[in-house]
């Protein structure tokens, strides 16, 4: 039966299930990402047989149709970024039907035109979604999950954190990536002491500062110079302080 129903499709003209387009307008009206495109097979620009020398030929017609407002995965609230028009884009069709179109990621094709023009390699990409985990439900770190990225959801300081899955001292760790890395913390201003100099410059406030290291993940940075981050009196509360790697 499914192959009686691909030799209707096929006969019929439908599309299989992944197509190619071309991206002409982002201004989705509703603000839900979508996109209209030209798709290939209405497309003067793209071959209708691919390989076949002189028979490789623009489509007849000269002025394409624009698809309808095509979905977009993963879904979210706002517009597509200005810079995915004109590029070549991948796209999903469920049960063989225009309508039922759902965009993909942008691709790189240039094999593909038949006016002979250059396309350049994409320097955008559609809108993309990290998976969510609980905090202490994140899927194993190891070699089958290594580059791998999530988002920890209320871990250290009540907080999201964006985890990469990497490799540190032979072990894969889920390792947090943040904003609050290095600081400068201080006392309070003092005297200088008295002058050794004999040219009379009278003792001046200074201020005493040093580096604060704040915590990433596993374990404190290792000591590799004289400084290190040997601890000092911590200026921030009881928040900054090490926390293990998620899991």
């Known amino acids: 039966m499914n192959q009686a129903a691909d030799l209707a499709r096929q006969m019929a003209g439908l599309p299989k299930g992944t197509i190619r387009g071309t ?18 097979d209405m497309n003067p620009e793209i071959p209708q047989v691919y390989g076949a020398g002189e028979y490789s030929k623009e489509r007849e017609g000269k002025k ?20 995915l028009v004109g ?33 350049k390699r994409p320097d955008n990409s559609s809108m993309t979604r990290l998976p969510l985990y609980p905090s202490g439900e994140l899927p194993p770190p190891g070699e089958e999950n290594h580059g791998c990225m ?8 009540s907080a999201d954190w964006v985890c990469v899955c ?18 400068h913390a201080g006392e309070n201003d003092g005297k200088q002491p008295p002058d050794s100099d004999n040219d009379r410059e009278e ?42 790697p998620p899991t």
């Open 87 to 119: 590029k070549r884009v991948n796209i999903v069709v469920s049960g063989g039907q225009y309508q039922y179109a759902i965009l993909q990621d942008v691709m790189y094709d240039p094999q593909m035109l038949a006016d002979g023009k250059k396309l």
């Open 23 to 40: 991206i002409v307008d982002i201004d989705d009206p509703e603000e839900r990402g979508r996109v209209k495109v030209i798709f290939d």
């Open 150 to 157: 999530v988002i920890e959801l209320d871990g250290p300081m």
């Open 64 to 83: 394409p149709d624009r698809s309808h407002w095509i979905d977009t995965s993963p879904a979210f609230k706002g517009k597509q970024p200005p810079g």
């Open 166 to 183: 990497l490799r540190r001292r032979g072990e894969y760790l889920w390792v947090r990536h943040v904003d609050l890395q290095h600081g």
């Open 203 to 244: 003792p001046v406030d200074e201020q005493s500062v040093w580096d604060y290291v704040f915590p990433t993940s596993d374990k404190p940075m290792n000591y590799i110079t004289k400084y290190g981050t040997k601890p000092r009196p911590n200026p921030f509360g009881d928040e900054a302080e090490w926390n293990p």
